[in-house]
């Protein structure tokens, strides 16, 4: 009726998620797979089906309809803390930081969705915070082999990286541009 250190297993030496992923924190160190796992999961668990987005999804719910690099006013240049005159004289960030957790305003951590507003399709934190993967597959050149007007594009069959969009909270403010 014991259990040695052979036989059964030991408790763990503390939470290995720290509570990430639970209630309103982010889950983070998660692999593309473990993901995708999630995803099927939850579907399952649901009734509903659940996906990563495409890359052209993730593009289309950040910019909230809008053109610019960022769904609010601003150009990266304006909030980016590695020019030589935003590293001199510093940089009005009140607008980004209304929107986005990252490298100026993050403390080096993430944050939960009460922290920033949302964007106008009612998204928070599509930009910065945590960097979140697309289910297309990364090819640099995928933009010139588009006709123009193509509608939802789709990435490649197959590569060996996944599309990550978004930035995080250790990112520049020019890494979050939608």
Known sequence: NEVDGITGPTPPWGDPSQGWGREERPAITMSHHAAEVFCEWLSMKTGKKYRLPT??????????????????????????????????FGTDTSTINTYAIYRENSRTRTYTPDAVSANPFGVKHMLGNVAEFCSDYYDKDIYSKYSDGVKDPKGPDSGEEYVIRGGSFNADAAELRV
């Not at 909230?64 to 020019?83: A, I, L, Q």
């Open 55 to 88: 890359e052209a999804e993730w593009e289309y719910a950040a910019r909230g309809g809008k053109e610019d690099p960022y769904f609010f006013e601003g150009n990266p240049r304006d909030y980016t803390s590695e020019t030589f005159w935003n590293k001199i």
